[in-house]
């Protein structure tokens, strides 16, 4: 089911014309197919494709040597971005090639809960220092 996904990931990336990537660190990108709206996080994996690990809409990103740190409004195809939603997310960064980087993932979580989480995991906020500004 997994390799079915990344497949079909894979395929709607790879099959679109408008498409704007920006690399975070290591094999994790920040990137969007046809609206920027749909920008999600993503973790290549060397010589097979990508692999999704935040849903659209990320707008925010930041990093340090062990976790990314993520701000996203919760899209739907129906409806779109929701900006009156902000989730944070923090994703262990893998050492190794993995096929399910979004297992290790913490999160949706709130802004208190995340600010606590992240003191507990890293002893010092990370700075958020991608933003789209539009999508805020």
């Given at each position: 089911m997994k390799i079915m996904c990344l497949i079909?990931?894979?395929a709607l990336i790879f099959s679109c014309?408008?498409?704007d990537e920006k690399h975070i660190v290591g094999p994790y990108?920040?990137?969007y197919t046809d609206i920027s709206e749909q920008t999600t996080i993503y973790y290549e994996v060397e010589g097979f494709?990508?692999?999704g690990v935040i849903p659209e809409t990320v707008y925010s990103v930041g990093y340090n040597n062990s976790f990314i740190v993520a701000k996203q409004h919760p899209y739907s195809d129906e409806n779109g971005m929701n900006r009156t939603i902000t989730n944070y997310f923090i994703i262990p960064i893998a050492s190794q090639t993995t096929f399910t980087p979004e297992a290790g993932?913490?999160?949706p979580l709130g802004e208190t809960e995340f600010k606590e989480k992240i003191m507990e995991?890293?002893?010092e906020p990370i700075e958020f220092s991608i933003s789209i500004n539009k999508l805020k």
């Open positions: 079909s990931y894979c014309n408008n498409f990108h920040l990137a494709g990508s692999v993932v913490i999160g995991l890293n002893k």
